[in-house]
């Protein structure tokens, strides 16, 4: 059995909107479960949600071209956004000190 073909350009939209989305729900479960060790850090993580799923939203939308690069620059923004608070988070937060304190033995 052969693998579907993606070639029908109605759908790639779709696709699109879908693979924002799961990257939307992947921060979420990142930011749920650093929660439980980093509370600043998981709550920044979540509060990125909203817009990696917005960004998403404004990716699929199919329009003219003048829109379209209009998009892709408001999505390049909110990328670029995303990316300076989760360094900002590494940078603020402290770290272990030592490997044995992020990875405890069991045994």
């Not at 993606?6 to 939307?24: I, N, Q, S, V």
Request: hydrophobic share 55%; glycine share 8%; no cysteine.
């Amino acid at each position: 059995m052969t693998a579907p073909q993606h070639d029908d350009p109605g759908l790639a939209g779709e696709r699109t909107r879908l693979a924002w989305a799961r990257t939307a729900i992947a921060f979420g479960a990142v930011g749920a479960a650093l929660l439980k060790r980093e509370l600043e850090v998981g709550l920044v993580t979540l509060a990125v949600v909203p817009l990696v799923f917005a960004a998403g939203r404004l990716a699929a939308r199919s329009s003219s071209p003048r829109q379209r690069s209009r998009r892709l620059l408001a999505v390049m923004i909110t990328i670029t956004a995303v990316a300076v608070l989760a360094l900002i988070a590494a940078l603020l937060v402290p770290g272990p000190e030592s490997l044995d304190q992020l990875l405890p033995r069991h045994g």
